[in-house]
């Protein structure tokens, strides 16, 4: 079993709706990172979190650290939101682990 | 900003061919890392440094050697390269090891 675990693996949705996409790992961490992977392939650092909930536009993410558990919300999603949504935690060990990403795809 | 810069984009190599990834920040970062990212498998840590004239060892260092030796350069070498390392190579930084991270834009690495 994957150390971290996201889901949905694809995820096709209408612009405007409202996206969520779910982290789950099995590791004791000290911080996790939400990354955005475009289809030229550039990564971009959205979110470090290491409790509660981070704001940024229509993003935000949120952790619960008790549950292992993270989502990323994106209201009135747009098409220049799809890309592969990246979940990564730093482990105790300082060891980052990174899941299989989130396929999103917004249809105008 | 300049950010993290790789060079060089695309690369296409023969099996056994030697060559270098460079990787320089211009953040004053010191910490910056090598990963290898590979269809349906989520980025692996190749090597990473701590520091100027530090290395160390990540997931998958096999194949990969490195230096730094300079704050804002990481380089990554393949002495002898083999198919298996046809992979989408990313370096990053961050400012600590808790903090935030900054990617290049990526190598795409071809061995045939």
């Known amino acids: 079993k994957n150390e971290v675990e996201q889901s949905p693996q694809n995820l096709t949705a209408q612009e405007g709706e409202f996206i969520t996409i779910n982290c789950s790992y099995s590791?004791?961490?000290?911080?996790l990172h939400w990354l955005q992977q475009h289809p030229g392939g550039g990564i971009v650092s959205l979110f470090m979190l290491s409790s509660g909930k981070k704001k940024h536009g229509r993003l935000i993410a949120t952790i619960n650290i008790q549950e292992k558990h993270s989502s990323l919300h994106i209201t009135a999603s747009h098409p220049r939101d799809s890309a592969v949504y990246i979940c990564a935690v730093r482990g105790g060990d300082d060891k980052i682990i990174f899941g299989k990403g989130t396929r999103l795809h917004i249809l105008p | 900003n300049a950010g993290v810069t790789q060079t060089p984009k695309f690369r296409v190599l023969k099996t056994g061919q030697s060559m270098t990834l460079l990787c320089a920040q211009d953040m004053n970062h010191e910490y910056m890392y090598w990963y290898r990212q590979d269809p349906g498998m989520g980025l692996r840590l190749i090597h990473y440094s701590v520091g100027e004239g530090t290395t160390a060892k990540g997931e998958v260092p096999d194949g990969y050697n490195v230096s730094r030796l300079k704050k804002q350069n990481f380089l990554l070498g393949l002495e002898s390269a083999a198919p298996s390392q046809t992979s989408v190579y990313f370096c990053?930084?961050?400012?600590?090891?808790?903090?935030?991270?900054?990617f290049g834009s990526g190598t795409r690495l071809t061995v045939v």
């Open positions: 990053a930084s961050s400012y600590s090891n808790g903090g935030g991270y900054t």
């Open positions: 590791v004791g961490i000290s911080a």
